[in-house]
Each structure stands twice: as C-alpha cells, then as structure tokens.
C-alpha cells in the first residue's frame, strides 16, 4: 500500500489532489480518495488531504467527520447510512466521480480503508492516512509500539481481551462506547489482574482530550467520553487466569464432562492438523471444544467450526470458547455427516467423536481441500480397526499416544496409564481434487 500513501506532513503532495493535476484518464482511474482526520479537524490535515476533500463531488464519512472537515467540503456531503453496507454500496456506485471517504485515523488500521479495499483496486484510491489513536495513545503514555499489542474490542467480544492477559504485557485496546473501561476493569479483576494499571485516553488529538489511570480493582472513573481507547500494564495476582501460548492447556481450563481431549493428547493432535494463516477447522464430534479452541488461539486469523450433537455439550463448547478469549468459535449442535452440509470448506479436520459412525470419515475426505489435513482419534478397538485399515489404504501416519501418570499408590507413588489413544492423520496431495471437483 506504500505506493500510494502519502506523507501527511510533505506539503509537495498537494499536486496529486490538486484539480487538473492528472490527465483525465488518470484522473478517473484514481476517483477514490481516503482520507484520514483526527480530533483536530482541519488544522491537523496536510494540504493534500484537505485538497482532496475540496476536489470532491461527494464525501461520505460519520457526522462527526462531516463536521470536523465542514469548512473544507465544497461537494455534496453524505453520511453513512445504516447499516453500513449500503454505504459501501453508494460509494462504489459513484465510481468515476471525484469521492472523498472521511475515516477516522489511519483508514487502513481497523478503518473503512481495509473494507473499502475489498472492492476496490489499489491504484483507483488514494489515501493519505492520520496518526491512529494507536499511535497517539503510545505516544502519550510513552509505550513503543512494536513492543505493544494492539487489539479492538469496538463491536466486537470482550472476552478477547483473555487470550492477551499475560504478566508484564502492555495492551492498547480500543473499546466501544464510555462503558467499555469500566467494563474491562471489571473483566480484569474477575480473572486475577486486579493489579493492572489501565490508563483511559479519550478523544485523543483534539481539545477535549483526556488521559486518566486507575488500577483494575479499584476501578472508579467516570464520566468517560464515548471516544476512548484503554493501556493496560497486566499484572496477574495469585490465581490469575492466564492461557499460555502454546497448545496443550491445562484441563483445569475447560469446564467439560469428561469429553475432552486430553492436554497431551490435545498438543499431539494439534502439532498434527499444523495450522496455517487463515485457515478453517472442522472439529467434529467437539466435545467440550477445547481442539477447535487451542486451532483458534494459535493465530488471530484461524477460524474453527464446533459439530456437537449434544446440546449441552454444545453450550458448554460456546462458554468454554469465550472463557478461552476465542468467542468467535461457530457450534453446530447437530450430527455428523448431516450436520456438516453448507459449512466453510475446510482446511483441517479432527474427529475426535463419531469416526466409527457410518459416513462420518467419508464425508470429510470428501470435503477436505487439496492439500489439507485430516487427523482421527481412536479409543476403541472398533474405531483402531478402522483407522488401520484407512492407512493401509491411503497411507499417512498411524501413532498409537500412551500417557502414564504419577499417582498415589497406598503411601507410594506409581504410574496410572490412561486409555491410549490411536492417531491417523493424512494430507490430500495436492494434485487431488476432493469428490465432486474437477481435477
């Protein structure tokens, strides 16, 4: 994107919005401006940015973007409908027009920039973007970026703040509304980080900004503008609920009823399905979930889909997924086969539950991509018997995973084997179509 964002501080851009500066071809080829405005309004915007908005026969923003860069707008003004879909759609209606798009900050960085650049090509926009409220709040708190995490929980769970609660970790998060710090103070202290330190930045960049500090558990600020992003300094007190980084978690984690794949067995499995930016898991026969939610955690881009045929298995699936910070983990309550018709393609595919039922392990072959991995556990002698068979056909890996445990014996200690487990994983050549596809 760098070929085509500006700098906001060189006044020597200004040519490229200017009226007449492009012939009109190129003229057309680049309708589309972006532009980046903060709390400052037009004051804070280099000459390019406010010559792009002049130029324009349309700018749609929110109405409080429409008012910050009023002075500046000499075309029509048009503010985002609802939902905001259909304001997408009336922005790519007027292509060929000269539009302006108002975001707020960098318009690329949770902004209506990344959702714009879905539809439409990089060289028919140009952008030229604003210090986020990222870069603002670390400058104001002193905190380097490259050293921080940067999450939003606007619109969106708050649970996923979770899976980032690890001791000495400093966090900027943006929330949705003047609720959102106390909330997240609350959140903090449930979980045994009472001791953090959140610092609440509110309307940053402009003349009503604020930057306050309070400790988790004694959390009492109040009259918080609408406007506000929130540093967290974790500190975890004894107790505190911290999810690792690597698959495997304790089992003390999940609340289940027995139908969980063990954390050894559960790190095994998901060395083996080898997750990859991006991708989608099937998790058939979920249990308690914990295979699709460790998926999940290994990456902000991975996606999972839960099949559980027992509804309360599948509720506690859903609880577990927003415990674990991974809300967004989709349950199907339902029975494979049928209940994997009109799923995402997927990537992956365990079955941890089922693969002895007829047309389970069919249906996932079937739909598993070229190149994607499938991975059935086996604790029965019935299902062990299937699986060999299926490597003797197809090939791929057959492990047989035995655990042992210390544990007391009278006033001695032994070793208390659990049920071992069979593990057959296999990778679609790449060459092979899945059925159905042409080849």
Known sequence: MTSFLADADAGSNAEVFAPGARGDDAQERGWLSIVGIGEDGLAGLSPAARAAIERAEIVFGGARHLALAGAAVTGRAQ????????????????????????????????????????HVPADEMRAIPAPSSFSLAAARIGWPLADTACLTVHGRALDL?????????????????????????????????GQSRIHVLEALGGPRERVRTALAATFDLDGIDTLNLVGIEVVA???????????GLPDELYEHDGQLTKREVRAMTLGALAPRRGETLWDIGAGAGSIGIEWMLADPS???????????????????????????LKVIEGRAPQALGGLAPP???????????????????????????LVVNAVTLETEARLIALHAARGGELVRLSIARAAPVGELTGWRPAMPVTQWSWTRPAGEAARGEAR
């Open 79 to 118: 503010a985002w409908p609802s939902p905001f879909e259909h304001g997408v759609e009336m922005v790519l209606a007027a292509r060929g027009r000269r539009v302006c798009v108002l975001a707020s900050g960098d318009p690329f960085l949770y902004g209506v920039g990344a959702v714009l650049a879905r």
């Open 161 to 193: 703040i979770r899976a980032h609660l690890h001791p000495g970790r400093r966090l900027l998060a943006l929330t949705s509304d003047g609720e959102g710090p106390q909330t997240l103070a609350r959140l903090m202290s449930e979980l045994g980080f």
């Open 237 to 247: 007190g004894e107790g505190a609920r911290i999810i690792a980084l690597t698959p």
């Open 302 to 328: 991975l996606k999972a889909i839960a099949i559980e045929e027992v509804p309360a298995r599948a509720a506690r699936a859903r609880r577990n997924a927003s415990a674990m910070g991974v809300p967004g």
């Open 347 to 373: 990537d992956a595919i365990f079955i941890g539950g089922g693969a002895g039922d007829a047309g389970v392990v069919e249906a996932a072959l079937a739909a598993l991509k070229p190149g994607g991995r």
